[in-house]
C-alpha cells in the first residue's frame, strides 16, 4: 500500500536526538506512513540505531558517500519519498505527542491546500525549558499577497513544521545553508497562494549548540553571499517592503558592514544601489545610536524614505 505520508529524515551523526525522533514516531496512533533515513555520516553510528529499531519500525535507510552536506540531503531524502505527502523532519527535531501525525493527516485529507505548517515548541536543551511557537494572525494574508515579506521573519519555522505535498516540485536550493527553508517557502506560496496552519503544537523543535544557527548567524561569509543570492532571485525590489528592508539594515548593522568594500569581500560585487547606500547611511551614524532600538529604527526610516526617493529600489 502506497503511504500517505513520508516521514524524511536527513541525518548526521547525533544518534541520540535522532533516537529522540524515532521513539516519537514509534508511539505515533497514525500509522499510514514511511520513513526515510538519509545519513550523511562518516561513521556507523546512525546505522546501528536504525537497525536497533529493526522490529517497531520500518525505515528505508541510506548511506551518503560521500556525504550530500546540507540541505542537498533533505532533497535527496525526499527524492526517495512515495508518500502522497512529505513531511520532512530534522533529527534533532521529535513529534510533540502520540496524536502529532494525526493532527497533520487530518488537515492534509481536507485538501484545502498543499503547503501545511503547524504551532511548534523551541525546546532548549541548556536550560530545559520550552517556548511555544504560534504563527502571528496578522501575517496571514501578508505572506500570502507579498511572500517575499518572509525574509523579514521567518513566521513559518523551520522544515519540520511543515507538511508539503508531493505535487509541490520546488527543492531547497543546495547554493544556500542558512535562508534556504525561507527561500523554499517564499517559492511555495509564489505558486501555490496558499497555505493551512495548523494553531496546534504538533512538533518540538530542539534548540542546541550543534545546529546550523550557531554556524551562520550574523557571519557576512554566509550571510552576503546568500543575501545576495536572494536579491538576485526576487529583485532588489522587495526592499520597499519596509520590514524586509528593515531586517536587511538590522542585518548590516550586526554584522558591522560599513563600507562598500566589505560587500564585496566574498566575491559578491555587482550590489544594489539601495544596499550600498543603506552602508553609507549607517557608516555615518554614531554606532550608539544604530544599536539603541527607537534610533535605529528612526534612522532605518530615514534610509528607506531616501532610497525610495531616490528610485533605488
Same mark, same amino acid.
Request: glycine share 4%.
Given at each position: 500500500?502506497?503511504?500517505?505520508?513520508?516521514?524524511?529524515?536527513?541525518?548526521?551523526?547525533?544518534?541520540?536526538?535522532?533516537?529522540?525522533?524515532?521513539?516519537?514516531?514509534?508511539?505515533?496512533?497514525?500509522?499510514?506512513?514511511?520513513?526515510?533515513?538519509?545519513?550523511?555520516?562518516?561513521?556507523?553510528?546512525?546505522?546501528?540505531?536504525?537497525?536497533?529499531?529493526?522490529?517497531?519500525?520500518?525505515?528505508?535507510?541510506?548511506?551518503?558517500?560521500?556525504?550530500?552536506?546540507?540541505? /542537498?540531503?533533505?532533497? %535527496? *531524502?525526499?527524492?526517495? =519519498? $512515495? #508518500? +502522497?505527502?512529505?513531511?520532512?523532519?530534522?533529527?534533532?527535531?521529535?513529534?510533540?505527542?502520540?496524536? /502529532?501525525?494525526?493532527? %497533520? *493527516?487530518?488537515?492534509? =485529507? $481536507? #485538501? +484545502?491546500?498543499?503547503?501545511?505548517?503547524?504551532?511548534?515548541?523551541?525546546?532548549?536543551?541548556?536550560?530545559?525549558?520550552?517556548?511555544?511557537?504560534?504563527?502571528?494572525?496578522?501575517?496571514?494574508?501578508?505572506?500570502?499577497?507579498?511572500?517575499?515579506?518572509?525574509?523579514?521573519?521567518?513566521?513559518?519555522?523551520?522544515?519540520?513544521?511543515?507538511?508539503?505535498?508531493?505535487?509541490?516540485?520546488?527543492?531547497?536550493?543546495?547554493?544556500?545553508?542558512?535562508?534556504?527553508?525561507?527561500?523554499?517557502?517564499?517559492?511555495?506560496?509564489?505558486?501555490?497562494?496558499?497555505?493551512?496552519?495548523?494553531?496546534?503544537?504538533?512538533?518540538?523543535?530542539?534548540?542546541?549548540?550543534?545546529?546550523?544557527?550557531?554556524?551562520?548567524?550574523?557571519?557576512?561569509?554566509?550571510?552576503?553571499?546568500?543575501?545576495?543570492?536572494?536579491?538576485?532571485?526576487?529583485?532588489?525590489?522587495?526592499?520597499?517592503?519596509?520590514?524586509?528592508?528593515?531586517?536587511?539594515?538590522?542585518?548590516?548593522?550586526?554584522?558591522?558592514?560599513?563600507?562598500?568594500?566589505?560587500?564585496?569581500?566574498?566575491?559578491?560585487?555587482?550590489?544594489?544601489?539601495?544596499?550600498?547606500?543603506?552602508?553609507?547611511?549607517?557608516?555615518?551614524?554614531?554606532?550608539?545610536?544604530?544599536?539603541?532600538?527607537?534610533?535605529?529604527?528612526?534612522?532605518?526610516?530615514?534610509?528607506?524614505?531616501?532610497?525610495?526617493?531616490?528610485?533605488?529600489?
Amino acid at each position: 500500500m502506497t503511504p500517505y505520508i513520508s516521514i524524511c529524515i536527513p541525518a548526521y551523526k547525533r544518534v541520540r536526538y535522532l533516537k529522540r525522533l524515532l521513539d516519537s514516531i514509534a508511539i505515533q496512533r497514525y500509522k499510514n506512513f514511511e520513513i526515510i533515513v538519509s545519513d550523511d555520516s562518516d561513521d556507523d553510528s546512525v546505522h546501528n540505531l536504525v537497525q536497533s529499531f529493526s522490529a517497531t519500525l520500518a525505515i528505508q535507510y541510506f548511506k551518503n558517500s560521500p556525504s550530500r552536506g546540507t540541505p /542537498a540531503n533533505w532533497n %535527496f *531524502a525526499v527524492s526517495r =519519498a $512515495k #508518500g +502522497e505527502w512529505i513531511k520532512l523532519m530534522h533529527d534533532d527535531d521529535w513529534f510533540a505527542s502520540e496524536d /502529532a501525525l494525526s493532527g %497533520f *493527516a487530518a488537515y492534509a =485529507a $481536507k #485538501g +484545502e491546500a498543499k503547503f501545511i505548517f503547524s504551532a511548534y515548541a523551541n525546546c532548549y536543551e541548556t536550560t530545559n525549558v520550552s517556548k511555544p511557537e504560534k504563527f502571528p494572525l496578522f501575517w496571514s494574508n501578508r505572506i500570502v499577497q507579498s511572500p517575499v515579506t518572509l525574509l523579514a521573519r521567518n513566521v513559518v519555522g523551520p522544515p519540520s513544521v511543515t507538511l508539503v505535498h508531493k505535487s509541490i516540485s520546488e527543492q531547497y536550493d543546495e547554493r544556500m545553508k542558512w535562508r534556504v527553508d525561507l527561500d523554499f517557502y517564499i517559492r511555495i506560496l509564489f505558486t501555490e497562494k496558499s497555505y493551512v496552519y495548523i494553531d496546534q503544537v504538533l512538533v518540538n523543535v530542539g534548540v542546541n549548540d550543534s545546529q546550523v544557527t550557531n554556524e551562520c548567524i550574523n557571519i557576512p561569509a554566509v550571510e552576503l553571499p546568500e543575501g545576495y543570492l536572494l536579491i538576485e532571485k526576487y529583485g532588489s525590489k522587495t526592499l520597499k517592503n519596509i520590514l524586509v528592508y528593515d531586517a536587511w539594515w538590522r542585518l548590516l548593522r550586526n554584522m558591522l558592514i560599513i563600507k562598500k568594500e566589505q560587500l564585496s569581500q566574498y566575491g559578491q560585487t555587482n550590489w544594489p544601489p539601495v544596499i550600498v547606500t543603506m552602508v553609507q547611511h549607517q557608516s555615518r551614524c554614531p554606532r550608539f545610536l544604530l544599536n539603541t532600538g527607537i534610533t535605529s529604527k528612526f534612522v532605518m526610516f530615514c534610509s528607506w524614505c531616501i532610497n525610495y526617493i531616490k528610485s533605488n529600489f
